[in-house]
């Protein structure tokens, strides 16, 4: 929803979709600490290197630890965060590809929210709420702060 409003303000942007950027890194995926601190730390090295050759990026992954989200602030000041809240119940619901399912049936031991912790931000600078916003809405949300700060 969000690439088609980016293009209306002439912008374009490239989506680093974690499960497709995992499905390179890590083939046969752990999930481990070491394992998410390299692909998350990974994640914001391939942004970071775009932006440097003017390519706006949309990181589209969950990043559960704030750790691995000032990792990327350090590799890209102007990092806009946005948190895309929902209750866990809701994610269970919504869940298509059977992550918490799994989880919960113990064929995952490394579920976010579930058997691993969900750090969520301190600050983000936009708060994306799917139970009250529906996805183009939300789209609208970010696509005003990108605005109010080109026009800082």
Do not use: W
């Not at 980016?6 to 890590?26: G, H, K, Q, W």
């Not at 999930?31 to 090295?45: D, I, V």
């Not at 946005?82 to 399912?101: A, F, I, N, Q, W």
């Amino acid at each position: 929803r969000l690439l088609p409003k980016l293009a209306s303000l002439d912008m374009t942007a490239e989506v680093l979709e974690s499960d497709a950027v995992r499905r390179i890194l890590t083939p046969e995926a752990s999930y481990s600490k070491e394992e998410r601190e390299l692909f998350y730390r990974a994640l914001s090295f391939m942004a970071a290197r775009l932006l440097a050759h003017g390519v706006n990026v949309i990181i589209d992954a969950t990043a559960s630890r704030r750790a691995y989200r000032e990792f990327a602030r350090t590799l890209i000041p102007d990092l806009l965060e946005v948190s895309v809240e929902c209750p866990l119940h809701v994610c269970m619901e919504r869940d298509k590809k059977g992550t918490y399912r799994r989880g919960l049936q113990g064929e995952s031991s490394t579920v976010p929210g579930l058997q691993e912790p969900y750090e969520a931000p301190l600050s983000p600078d936009v708060v994306i709420n799917t139970t009250e916003l529906l996805p183009d809405a939300g789209a609208d949300e970010i696509v005003r702060l990108i605005r109010s700060r080109r026009q800082m």
